[in-house]
């Protein structure tokens, strides 16, 4: 009984409500109508004013030819195509009227616009031809009668006085505006005086639903609550005074039956649950275990996807951008084409390599990756990291120094695809980091070490310094963290993964070496410092591999 009254209401009000989608989609259409019109007007009282303004200034222009003044004809065939585009979007205007607006005196102004834009076609095509023929004036002649002529020909071209015509189209398009803001200012307070009447009676009727339902709801209620408080307390004897046919008097007869029952089953129920809580406990223990096992793995399925995102991009956008010169521009000499091809090919390389310590990463980390050390000359792999940069550097701007001169001394030993690896890393923050115009270069030197003897190895020193934004002091010590951006950078480049630097100090703790990081507001100087390999290692035969 009493959900066949709440269902009754509940269609009632669903039935509203669909009305109410109802009228407010034909509302929003007629407004969006009137609406439309209105801008449609304006749009065509907008163009008959640039077309006269357009005309005086075509006519300005024949002037200064007939003086001999100089006159551009480029600006000649500008102001002629200038309103040949204002009569067709005049036309098209006028056309969307048509569509907009069906009524019997909209069509007779409609058909005005038409028969006043075809004769000031006819009008431009005649304007036109004057201008092509206007020749500076002979020396002697009336310059008072040449305006005259010019005027006849502007103002009443093949018969037809344009200015007056104009100017009619102007005050009729102006007049059709206002009526057209009017229009549509009665539609908008019509709809907001139907929408207030409409919210005004939904509310009424929520209104009187919500007290008819309170008031029949709160008898039951309080008693079926009144019950449920007693069962709670372990009363169990209390029985709810609900009697009749509606859905209140069966859940109470429910509830008395289910208080009959609870007593007896009370101690069994006690027993199970302890056996209960020991299943859940153990059960909990498990899942925090694997919700532990799941969160381990889901945070190292999100570094590697960061570092797969940090470590492809630089050697691809180097490929994509060899790629994009050596296509551009004319047919080049073969030797060109063989160089790009063998700077990919290097590249594609390091993207292999790249490739397979990213999958390495995905089981152990970058610290435990294999490296094939073999003699790296320092100063080529250098070389061949700035050419690599220079698409990245060409981009944004930035200027790169020399690459060091090729001394043949600074060697080390280490595995060149990751060396080549650890200087894009350098070369690619300097870049990205610095401003257009700023300068990156890069520079080799061999350290000696005081404390041992002469033959063994000095150090080697590869500093790559820039003139870009720099890095706060207080984020110094935090730039080699994984993930870490400081504010400065995410402004300069939003695109990022903190990853770079924290890849580039594993790489050269694995040779043996170490990155440091010195910066000021004149720029940022990495310092990559490597041991060098001694006279007798460049004599082995085999590459070491550790």
């Not at 009569?87 to 019997?104: N, Y």
């Not at 200012?185 to 339902?213: C, E, K």
């Not at 570094?303 to 995102?309: E, Q, T």
């Amino acid at each position: 009984m009493f959900r066949r009254r709440l269902t009754l209401v509940l269609a009632l009000f669903a039935l509203v409500m669909a009305l109410a989608a109802l009228l407010a989609a034909a509302s929003l259409a007629v407004t969006e109508r009137q609406v439309l019109r209105g801008r449609v007007a304006s749009d065509i009282a907008t163009g008959f004013i640039q077309l006269s303004a357009q005309k005086q200034r075509l006519r300005t222009w024949v002037a200064q030819m007939q003086q001999g003044a100089h006159a551009d004809s480029g600006a000649r065939a500008e102001l002629l195509a200038a309103m040949q585009g204002t009569l067709q979007r005049l036309k098209g205007l006028t056309q969307q009227a048509i569509e907009l607006d069906g009524r019997a005196e909209a069509r007779e102004e409609n058909l005005r616009r038409r028969e006043t834009l075809a004769v000031l076609e006819q009008s431009v095509s005649a304007l036109a031809s004057a201008a092509d023929q206007a020749r500076a004036l002979p020396p002697g002649s009336d310059a008072a009668q040449a305006w005259a002529e010019l005027s006849r020909v502007f103002d009443m071209p093949q018969g037809h006085d344009v200015r007056k015509l104009i100017a009619e189209n102007i005050a009729r398009e102006t007049a059709a505006v206002q009526r057209e803001r009017a229009a549509a200012d009665a539609t908008l307070t019509g709809v907001r005086w139907l929408w207030l009447g409409a919210a005004a009676v939904l509310s009424a009727s929520a209104m009187a639903a919500a007290l008819h339902f309170g008031r029949a709801l709160h008898r039951p209620l309080q008693q079926l609550s009144e019950g449920a408080r007693a069962l709670q307390a372990g009363r169990l004897g209390h029985r709810i005074a609900l009697t009749g046919q509606d859905e209140f008097a069966e859940v109470a007869g429910s509830v008395n039956a289910l208080a009959a029952e609870l007593e007896q089953h009370r101690e069994r129920e006690s027993a199970q649950r302890q056996r209960l809580e020991e299943q859940v406990n153990a059960r909990t223990r498990e899942l925090a275990d694997a919700l532990a096992s799941l969160r381990q793995a889901d945070a190292q399925r999100r570094r590697l996807f960061a570092d797969i995102s940090h470590e492809l991009r630089t050697p691809t956008t180097v490929i994509r951008g060899e790629a994009e010169i050596t296509l551009r521009g004319i047919d080049k000499p073969a030797a060109e084409y063989k160089e790009a091809l063998s700077r990919i090919v290097v590249t594609a390389r390091q993207l292999g390599a790249v490739i397979d310590d990213l999958l390495a990463m995905a089981r152990s980390d970058i610290d435990s990756l294999s490296l094939v050390r073999e003699p790296v000359d320092m100063d080529e792999l250098a070389a061949e990291a700035m050419a690599q940069a220079g698409v990245l550097a060409a981009r944004q701007g930035v200027r790169l120094g020399e690459p060091p001169g090729r001394s043949g001394r600074h060697v080390v030993a280490g595995d060149p695809l990751r060396l080549r690896q650890l200087l894009g890393v350098l070369l690619d923050n300097a870049t990205r980091y610095s401003r257009a115009g700023d300068r990156v270069d890069i520079t080799i030197e061999a350290v000696p070490d005081l404390t041992q003897g002469q033959d063994e190895p000095a150090d080697l020193r590869v500093t790559v310094s820039d003139q870009g934004i720099g890095i706060p002091a207080h984020e110094l010590p935090l730039v080699f963290d994984r993930h870490f951006r400081g504010a400065q950078a995410r402004r300069h480049s939003p695109d990022g993964s903190g990853l770079g630097l924290s890849i580039a100090r594993s790489l050269a703790r694995a040779h043996g070496g170490q990155l440091q990081l010195h910066s000021s507001e004149h720029g940022t100087r990495a310092v990559l410092t490597l041991p060098r390999t001694r006279a007798q290692d460049l004599l082995a035969a085999d590459p070491l591999t550790t």
